[in-house]
């Protein structure tokens, strides 16, 4: 009831608001420039004001100016996106309450494919390379296929450089909380028709610290990343090849404490940037090939993936690992995308991948399998005055072969084969009531295989603390969404609302039992169960005069399983309701010395959380917390060139202590001395960024 009447109260202020504006056309023309960027919308590309469902738009400007851990950290406060976090090196992104292999990272033209299933797994990208960010909130499996339940994060690459140009830069970064330090190089041009790309970077960080935990055993982290593009641009098309290579070298927070003392174990210098005991060692190796032909009035696109996925993880020795998953993926995509003809426009193809996973190592988590899947679909749009249409199908099959295992003469996995298949699609409109106001209406039907690790896994999982168990009879999610929407732009505020109802069948999630199989670690099992979500963002970006920025979000999702007891009733891990606030004074345009000059303010405020599932000790409530942060920023200039870019830029000013819903190492050991239960977040960071241009 109090979330109610606290919503109330705001879009009470919004319309208010809404009704006295101001004198400024800034914003007003930034947004009508924003609405004309083409997006990979839920039926294939579009202009932004004519996508049926939710998209935002993160610029590379943006993610340059975000004080940030890693990519994921940084868009973490966009409408109804939050993040799972394994102290400061691992953050999983969740849209409208969904994680996991519900939403899907592409990244270079193809899915992102590691071993997204676990905690303790992060997205495995070089945040420097990305260009900007497209989130695709919803059902967006007619594009994608399964996992695409919740929607997409599409990671745009930087545009190649226009002919005859050549670009170089450099850049740094220093956070003063767990003394990470930073660097990046860039090289790429475009010559004769020729184009390359290419870029090095590293990050280093100690244990992170709080004024609860001091220092945080095994939050330390190291990050290198190399990638090198080559192709060529034509008349008829352009041709790419594009390699990387991301290797994470993050510890293991295990949050033991002392029986006494309270304090947190460790046996290692706390400021170290080397490995101590429990880390791991996650590698990235991809090759992805993408071709762009101009056929028939229209485009053919063909894309080809090689990835390689390599996790280990030491625990009793620095040199010999335990677990160590080694997973192949290859990942193919084909599509024509019609000339627009009478306000129509087609879109045809075929997608899908081949995957194989095999342990190397001494201890087990997930048996060994193969994997195929393939999916064909077909989508429209056409433009009827003012309304823009969409919609399609697409069918999917998908093949799964678990590999039997035994260990000391006892069968620790089981050899089974499932198949799963699936008719999803999507229907929407957006009518354009007038220059600034849209309305819009998509529903979409969803669905999810289940994963290797939901249906075999068999073993401790040291990132999340416990022993988890699967199983192999489990259905395949699928889901119904509807979502509704409103946005409306004038020269001195904008206001948009976007509402959904989303309703999966056979949703599957961990939970705690009773059952000791380790005595070290709790036990969880996989079920599954029917559950609905709804939920709304909204935002108001008002710009009473030129240089004055204020800009509002609220994000709110309520997520239950249906027909349960109430200690059952809501899903785990359910973000919660999230306010923010974000001035930003531009103090200079045009300078001599100074120039995009600007200074900020933001507070995040995140009610508190009980809609929790209790069973068991599964989750526990989470009370409120505020966080406040400040940044500046700006161009430094000499005759008239841009020397260097310069950030500043303080999270979590007032060193709150607290702990997020989503963090999992909440649920680590009880401190005796205080009371207090588990591992809490990063307090106070003070953030410093340099981008040096050097061609």
């Not at 010559?191 to 590293?202: E, I, L, P, T």
């Not at 193809?349 to 996973?357: E, F, I, K, L, Y």
């Not at 195929?372 to 919609?391: C, I, P, T, Y």
Request: with cysteine.
């Amino acid at each position: 009831m109090k979330h109610i009447l606290f919503l109330l109260s705001w879009v009470n202020c919004i319309q208010l608001t809404a009704q006295n504006p101001s004198d400024s056309t800034d914003m007003f023309y930034r947004h009508l420039e924003l609405n004309e960027v083409v997006v990979s919308g839920m039926t294939g590309e579009t202009k932004l004001k004519n996508s049926s469902a939710p998209i935002t738009v993160v610029s590379n400007l943006d993610l340059r100016q975000r004080a940030a851990i890693n990519l994921i950290d940084a868009i973490a406060l966009q409408p109804g996106v939050a993040q799972i976090t394994t102290g400061s090196a691992i953050s999983k992104p969740v849209i409208r309450g969904l994680g996991y292999n519900r939403l899907l990272l592409i990244s270079d033209g193809v899915r992102q494919e590691g071993q997204q299933w676990g905690d303790e797994h992060g997205i495995e990208v070089d945040q420097n390379e990305v260009g900007s960010v497209e989130i695709l909130r919803g059902p967006a499996s007619l594009m994608y296929g399964s996992d695409a339940m919740a929607g997409v994060l599409l990671l745009k690459s930087n545009p190649v450089v226009p002919e005859g140009e050549i670009h170089a830069s450099a850049s740094t970064e220093y956070q003063s909380n767990s003394g990470l330090f930073g660097y990046s190089a860039h090289f790429a041009g475009h010559k004769h028709g020729f184009v390359w790309n290419a870029r090095w970077s590293q990050r280093l960080a100690h244990a992170y610290q709080n004024k609860y935990d001091g220092y945080v055993p095994g939050s330390q982290l190291q990050e290198h990343s190399l990638s090198a593009m080559l192709g060529m641009n034509r008349r008829w098309g352009f041709s790419h090849l594009t390699l990387s290579h991301y290797e994470l070298t993050p510890g293991i927070v295990e949050g033991e404490r002392d029986a006494v003392t309270g304090d947190l174990l460790h046996d290692a210098d706390l400021k170290t940037y080397g490995h101590t005991l429990p880390y791991q060692r996650v590698g990235h190796t991809k090759a992805v090939w993408e071709n762009q032909l101009y056929i028939g009035g229209g485009r053919l696109r063909a894309t080809l993936g090689y990835q390689k996925n390599r996790r280990r993880e030491y625990e009793e020795a620095l040199n010999t690992c335990g677990i160590h998953l080694l997973l192949h993926t290859m990942t193919y995509d084909a599509r024509y995308i019609s000339g627009e003809h009478e306000g129509w426009q087609f879109t045809t193809g075929v997608g899908g991948m081949w995957q194989r996973s095999l342990n190397k190592g001494e201890e087990f988590l997930i048996p060994s399998y193969r994997l195929f899947d393939v999916g064909v679909f077909a989508m429209m749009q056409k433009e009827v005055n003012r309304w823009s249409l969409s919609g399609g199908l697409r069918y999917d099959h998908r093949s799964l072969h678990s590999e039997f295992l035994t260990e000391n003469g006892a069968e620790r996995f089981s050899d089974f084969y499932r198949q799963f298949s699936a008719v999803t699609g999507s229907v929407g409109a957006v009518l354009h009531i007038n220059d600034k106001i849209n309305a819009r209406v998509n529903l979409a039907r969803g669905f999810r295989a289940p994963n290797m690790s939901e249906l075999g896994s068999n073993g401790v999982h040291e990132g999340t603390i416990r022993y988890e168990v699967g199983s192999n009879q489990l259905k395949p999610e699928h889901s119904w969404q509807l979502d509704l929407g409103m946005d409306m732009s004038s020269r001195y505020v904008s206001l948009q609302l976007a509402l959904f109802a989303n309703r999966i069948d056979n949703f599957i999630f961990a939970h705690r039992t009773a059952e000791v199989i380790d005595p070290v670690h709790p036990t969880f099992r996989y079920t599954q169960g029917d559950a609905r979500l709804l939920g709304f963002e909204a935002g108001i970006d008002l710009h009473p005069i030129h240089s004055l920025h204020w800009e509002n979000t609220f994000s709110y999702v309520d997520a239950r399983q249906l027909h349960q007891s109430a200690d059952k009733k809501y899903l785990p891990f359910t973000p919660a309701p999230r306010w923010t606030s974000d001035v930003k004074v531009e103090l200079t345009h045009d300078g001599r010395v100074l120039n995009n000059a600007f200074v900020s303010a933001g507070l995040e405020c995140y009610l508190r959380q009980d809609h929790y599932y209790r069973a068991d000790d599964t989750e526990t409530a989470t009370p409120g917390y505020a966080l406040l942060n400040l940044g500046a920023g700006t161009d430094i200039l000499c005759h008239g060139r841009k020397l260097c870019e310069v950030y500043l830029s303080v999270s979590n000013v007032l060193d709150k202590a607290y702990q997020s819903h989503l963090s999992r190492l909440k649920y680590a050991d009880r401190n005796v001395v205080t009371g207090r239960t588990g591992v809490y977040n990063m307090g106070r960071n003070v953030t410093v960024k340099l981008l040096f241009p050097i061609l």
